[in-house]
Protein backbone atom coordinates (compact mmCIF):
# COMPACT_ATOMS: atom_id res chain seq x y z
CA UNK A 1 0.00 0.00 0.00
CA UNK A 2 0.97 3.92 -0.66
CA UNK A 3 -0.79 6.58 1.15
CA UNK A 4 -0.18 10.27 -0.67
CA UNK A 5 -1.09 13.38 0.84
CA UNK A 6 -1.41 16.25 -1.35
CA UNK A 7 -0.50 20.02 -0.02
CA UNK A 8 -0.11 23.42 -1.01
CA UNK A 9 -3.68 24.00 -2.73
CA UNK A 10 -5.57 27.38 -2.54
CA UNK A 11 -6.61 30.92 -4.47
CA UNK A 12 -4.29 32.55 -6.56
CA UNK A 13 -4.53 35.37 -9.13
CA UNK A 14 -4.02 34.76 -12.24
CA UNK A 15 -0.16 34.90 -13.09
CA UNK A 16 0.87 34.01 -9.65
CA UNK A 17 2.59 30.82 -8.62
CA UNK A 18 1.57 27.76 -6.33
CA UNK A 19 3.98 25.08 -5.06
CA UNK A 20 1.76 21.70 -4.45
CA UNK A 21 3.42 18.79 -2.55
CA UNK A 22 2.98 15.35 -2.39
CA UNK A 23 4.09 13.11 0.70
CA UNK A 24 4.45 9.51 -0.28
CA UNK A 25 4.87 6.38 2.32
CA UNK A 26 4.35 3.19 3.05
CA UNK A 27 5.63 0.52 0.34
CA UNK A 28 8.74 1.55 -1.36
CA UNK A 29 8.37 3.31 -4.43
CA UNK A 30 10.86 1.89 -6.67
CA UNK A 31 10.89 2.92 -10.02
CA UNK A 32 7.43 3.85 -9.46
CA UNK A 33 5.97 6.82 -11.94
CA UNK A 34 4.19 9.37 -9.46
CA UNK A 35 1.86 12.21 -11.84
CA UNK A 36 -0.54 15.09 -11.04
CA UNK A 37 -3.95 14.83 -12.54
CA UNK A 38 -6.75 17.57 -12.16
CA UNK A 39 -10.05 17.54 -12.46
CA UNK A 40 -12.49 20.37 -12.90
CA UNK A 41 -16.46 20.55 -12.35
CA UNK A 42 -17.82 18.95 -15.23
CA UNK A 43 -14.34 18.14 -17.00
CA UNK A 44 -12.78 14.41 -17.17
CA UNK A 45 -9.56 14.00 -15.13
CA UNK A 46 -6.44 15.18 -17.28
CA UNK A 47 -2.92 14.54 -16.38
CA UNK A 48 -0.89 17.60 -15.82
CA UNK A 49 2.67 15.95 -15.17
CA UNK A 50 4.76 13.08 -14.17
CA UNK A 51 7.58 11.63 -13.19
CA UNK A 52 9.62 8.28 -12.63
CA UNK A 53 10.82 8.08 -9.04
CA UNK A 54 14.09 6.34 -9.56
CA UNK A 55 15.22 8.20 -13.18
CA UNK A 56 13.35 11.04 -12.93
CA UNK A 57 11.79 10.95 -16.72
CA UNK A 58 8.92 13.92 -17.08
CA UNK A 59 6.40 14.13 -19.00
CA UNK A 60 3.73 17.57 -19.22
CA UNK A 61 0.81 18.23 -20.76
CA UNK A 62 1.02 21.02 -23.48
CA UNK A 63 -1.45 23.37 -21.23
CA UNK A 64 1.39 23.49 -18.81
CA UNK A 65 4.71 23.08 -20.82
CA UNK A 66 7.47 26.19 -19.65
CA UNK A 67 4.78 27.05 -16.70
CA UNK A 68 4.94 23.99 -14.41
CA UNK A 69 7.73 22.28 -13.53
CA UNK A 70 7.31 18.49 -11.54
CA UNK A 71 10.34 17.35 -9.19
CA UNK A 72 10.81 15.00 -6.45
CA UNK A 73 13.05 14.43 -3.46
CA UNK A 74 13.71 11.06 -3.18
CA UNK A 75 15.15 11.21 0.20
CA UNK A 76 11.91 12.79 1.77
CA UNK A 77 9.27 10.55 -0.29
CA UNK A 78 7.92 13.56 -1.49
CA UNK A 79 7.04 14.94 -5.16
CA UNK A 80 6.14 18.64 -6.22
CA UNK A 81 5.00 20.66 -9.04
CA UNK A 82 5.60 24.44 -9.33
CA UNK A 83 3.19 26.31 -10.87
CA UNK A 84 4.17 29.20 -12.10
CA UNK A 85 2.23 31.95 -14.52
CA UNK A 86 -1.13 30.14 -13.63
CA UNK A 87 -4.45 31.11 -15.76
CA UNK A 88 -8.13 30.51 -14.26
CA UNK A 89 -8.31 27.49 -16.60
CA UNK A 90 -5.87 26.05 -14.49
CA UNK A 91 -8.67 25.90 -11.72
CA UNK A 92 -9.66 22.38 -10.51
CA UNK A 93 -8.76 20.03 -7.88
CA UNK A 94 -5.19 18.71 -8.43
CA UNK A 95 -4.51 14.62 -7.32
CA UNK A 96 -1.36 13.38 -7.02
CA UNK A 97 -1.06 9.68 -8.13
CA UNK A 98 1.24 6.35 -8.32
CA UNK A 99 1.23 3.79 -10.41
CA UNK A 100 4.09 0.89 -9.26
CA UNK A 101 3.69 -0.54 -13.68
CA UNK A 102 6.14 -0.03 -15.81
CA UNK A 103 6.53 3.59 -18.16
CA UNK A 104 5.13 6.90 -17.12
CA UNK A 105 1.49 6.19 -18.07
CA UNK A 106 -0.67 9.23 -18.95
CA UNK A 107 -4.42 7.80 -18.39
CA UNK A 108 -5.90 7.89 -15.04
CA UNK A 109 -6.77 4.01 -15.02
CA UNK A 110 -3.01 3.40 -14.80
CA UNK A 111 -2.75 4.75 -11.64
CA UNK A 112 -3.04 2.22 -8.47
CA UNK A 113 -3.11 5.06 -5.58
CA UNK A 114 -4.26 8.12 -5.41
CA UNK A 115 -4.52 11.40 -3.14
CA UNK A 116 -7.47 12.94 -1.67
CA UNK A 117 -6.59 15.98 -3.46
CA UNK A 118 -6.41 19.74 -2.96
CA UNK A 119 -8.06 22.74 -4.58
CA UNK A 120 -6.59 24.96 -6.62
CA UNK A 121 -8.16 28.22 -7.81
CA UNK A 122 -7.02 31.20 -9.87
CA UNK A 123 -9.06 34.46 -10.13
CA UNK A 124 -9.05 36.14 -12.77
Known amino acids: QVQLVESGGGLVQAGGSLRLSCAAS????????MSWFRQAPGKEREVVSG????????YYAEAVKGRFTISRDNAKNTMYLQMNSLKPEDTAVYYC?????????????????WGQGTQVTVSS
Open 97 to 113: AASLGFGLPNTPRAYDY
Open 51 to 58: ITWRSGMT
Open 26 to 33: GRMLGDAA
